[in-house]
């Protein structure tokens, strides 16, 4: 069995959908393989910009249960799964891993 494949992003700090509320937050991503981890790392603005529109929508009560905070990886695979450019494979994030997670 290949050892797995692990790709670690910088924290995020964002502002919540609602008014006065920040998100920070770290992930590690779990790749298919090391083709995946290349594509992330080359087109790595893309990939912060997809996250953090994605992180600005979210809502602070939601997030605030395990529940929020399940969903919120299914979002964040799809959101990366999408090519990051026209004609390249899609991206095979096979889990998403908190490492910070902090509302206030």
């Not at 692990?6 to 959908?17: K, P, R, S, W």
């Not at 998100?23 to 590690?28: A, D, P, S």
């Not at 939601?62 to 919120?72: D, H, I, P, Q, S």
């Amino acid at each position: 069995m290949p050892s797995p494949v692990f790709y670690a992003l910088d924290t995020f700090t964002v502002n919540l959908g609602d008014a006065d509320r920040v998100l920070y937050i770290g992930i590690t991503l779990r790749l298919k393989d090391e083709a995946t981890r290349s594509r992330l790392s080359e087109y790595l603005p893309e990939v912060r910009s997809r996250l953090l529109l994605l992180f600005s929508r979210q809502d602070a009560a939601v997030l605030a249960t395990e529940e929020g905070k399940k969903n919120l990886i299914a979002e964040i695979k799809t959101t990366l799964s999408t090519p990051l450019v026209a004609g390249q494979p899609k991206q095979d994030v096979t889990d998403v891993l908190y490492t910070a997670f902090i509302l206030r």
